[in-house]
């Protein structure tokens, strides 16, 4: 029996009914942790441009996550986005592979991130640990969804483990409280930003998280009041930082104020 008279797994067939579709808040994935018989690595996180929980599922996917939602150039993330099965049938076919399926019956295909970018500009991203590279099956899989995105005109990106460093993913794991503020809290405004940064600048050489704690009893406010409002302003794009580095380790004069939002994170945003 040929892949094109087999029939669609059960499980799949029924997902496509109510999930894979829609935008922003409204989208459900096609594939939730709920549905994984071993949650691993899969984690169930905020997101801070959709306003939805993303279901994440791997440790290298919520890495390029929290780069796209740190991203003030992303219009929408969706995660584990079902490609058509007739359109990934013809592609198997062209590509002379076999088609993705379970004890005889076909699997959606699915892309682990479709992001859309302000500018109307959309990008498809498979995430994958360089240790899975080096298996065919593997790779043929990823032929799949390259073929479809570009045929589509949508570029398609392969994001490893080795995109995103460990000190950068603490950094923003560290900054995604501040994106999310309670309707109470008090919104740090530029002024304070500016205020910060200039205390800290008469400390250009020391590390700016200790000098934050160092202000704190200087002025008489709450601890943790001025790494509050630093993480605040790093967060919202009032203040550049070398995300590269372990936040522990910044110094004060790598801190400034910008004029207007950062457009980019990384080379997957440009």
């Given amino acids: 029996m040929s892949d094109t008279d087999k029939p669609l797994d059960p499980s799949d067939e029924k997902r496509l009914k109510t999930r894979g579709s829609g935008m922003g808040k409204d989208y459900?994935?096609?594939?939730?942790?709920?549905?994984?018989?071993?949650?691993?690595?899969?984690?169930?996180?905020p997101g801070h441009t959709t306003g939805r929980a993303h279901h994440l599922l791997s440790g290298i996917e919520l890495g390029a996550f929290i780069i796209?939602?740190?991203?003030p150039q992303t219009r929408d993330i969706r995660e584990q986005f079902p490609i058509p099965v007739s359109?990934?049938?013809?592609?198997c076919q062209q590509l002379g592979i076999k088609h993705p399926q379970l004890r005889g019956k076909l699997k959606v295909v699915t892309t682990d991130l479709l992001i859309d970018f302000n500018s109307g500009r959309k990008m498809a991203l498979a995430v994958k640990p360089v240790s899975t590279l080096s298996d065919e099956r593997t790779i043929e899989k990823l032929q799949i969804e390259k073929t479809y995105w570009e045929g589509c005109g949508v570029e398609w990106k392969l994001f490893t483990d080795r995109e995103i460093s460990k000190p950068m993913k603490e950094n923003l794991l560290w900054l995604r409280p501040a994106l999310h503020d309670a309707p109470e809290q008090t919104v740090i405004d530029r002024e304070e930003v500016k205020s910060l940064l200039e205390r800290l600048?008469?400390?250009?050489?020391l590390t700016a998280t200790r000098i934050c704690a160092r202000l704190d009893d200087q002025y008489g406010v709450e601890p943790g009041s001025h790494l509050q409002t630093l993480r605040y302003g790093i967060a919202r794009h009032l203040i550049t930082a070398?995300?590269?580095t372990s936040y522990h380790d910044w110094k004060c004069s790598e801190l400034q104020q910008t004029s207007q939002a950062i457009t980019s994170v990384g080379a997957y945003a440009n």
């Fill in 201 to 205: 600048s008469e400390y250009a050489g």
């Fill in 87 to 91: 359109d990934t049938l013809t592609i």
């Fill in 28 to 45: 459900i994935p096609f594939i939730c942790i709920q549905d994984l018989s071993s949650s691993g690595e899969s984690i169930r996180i």
């Fill in 242 to 244: 070398p995300i590269q």
């Fill in 68 to 71: 796209f939602d740190w991203n």
